[in-house]
């Protein structure tokens, strides 16, 4: 098992709606998260990061935590074509502390 | 401005050839990272270094040099044993060992 999942897509969402994107990750004492924006031919972006159980939102971002079920999410409330990218979520493992472990990112298609 | 640097932006190297690849930042942050990602795929590490005068091996440190006597600095060397260099390689740095990770804009290698 990867230590961080996420699925390739792509994912295609209209332009307004509510992009959804799943992350999972194996170790149970992860601290942790983080999710990034990589536009295509450029480096990755931090959008936001997370520590604790429960949600952070920023803007039209929201990240949520749920270590029981080991599950990272980000929410993208009135999606825009400009939000069309690759998103990648990154944790913090226990089993590897002084690294952050990176999924292979879910890229969003945003559909005017 | 405050910011990590990477040059050159698109580098070729030809057979049997070690290239540097640079990485500064001023930030004061204490971590420095390099990661490769090659098209479609997430990001591996190659190298971190938590302190100066100090690195570790990431996950596919072979083929692959570093050094990091300055704190501001962590350049890359691609030496000739690595077989299959063309990817585009990230430089992150941290504030601290375990914290969240900015990006420079990459430097794209490509074998000539």
């Known amino acids: 098992q990867k230590e961080v999942e996420q699925n390739s897509g792509p994912l295609s969402v209209p332009e307004g709606a509510i992009a959804s994107l799943n992350c999972t990750y194996s170790?149970?004492?992860?601290?942790?998260f983080f999710w990034y924006r990589q536009y295509s031919g450029k480096s990755p972006e931090l959008i936001m990061s997370?520590?604790?159980?429960g949600d952070k939102e920023d803007g039209r971002f929201t990240a949520q935590l749920n270590k029981a079920s080991q599950y990272v999410s980000l929410l993208i409330r009135d999606s825009q074509p400009s939000d069309s990218a690759t998103y990648l979520c990154?944790?913090?493992?226990?089993?590897?502390?002084?690294?952050?472990?990176f999924g292979p990112g879910t890229s969003l298609s945003v559909i005017p | 401005d405050g910011g990590i640097t990477q040059s050159p932006k698109y580098l070729f190297r030809k057979e049997g050839q070690n290239v540097t690849l640079s990485c500064e930042q001023n930030?004061?942050?204490?971590?420095m990272y390099w990661y490769r990602q090659d098209p479609g795929q997430g990001l591996r590490l190659i190298y971190y270094?938590?302190?100066?005068?100090?690195?570790q091996k990431g996950d596919i440190a072979e083929g692959y040099s570093v050094s990091r006597e300055k704190k501001e600095s962590f350049p890359l060397t691609v030496t000739s044993a690595q077989k299959n260099p063309t990817a585009f390689y990230l430089c992150?740095?941290?504030?601290?060992?375990?914290?969240?990770?900015?990006f420079g804009p990459g430097t794209r290698l490509l074998v000539l």
């Open positions: 997370i520590y604790s159980n």
């Open positions: 930030l004061n942050h204490d971590a």
């Open positions: 992150a740095s941290s504030p601290q060992r375990y914290g969240t990770q900015y």
């Open positions: 270094s938590q302190i100066v005068n100090d690195f």
């Open positions: 170790d149970r004492g992860s601290q942790s």
């Open positions: 990154a944790g913090q493992m226990k089993t590897s502390y002084d690294k952050v472990i």
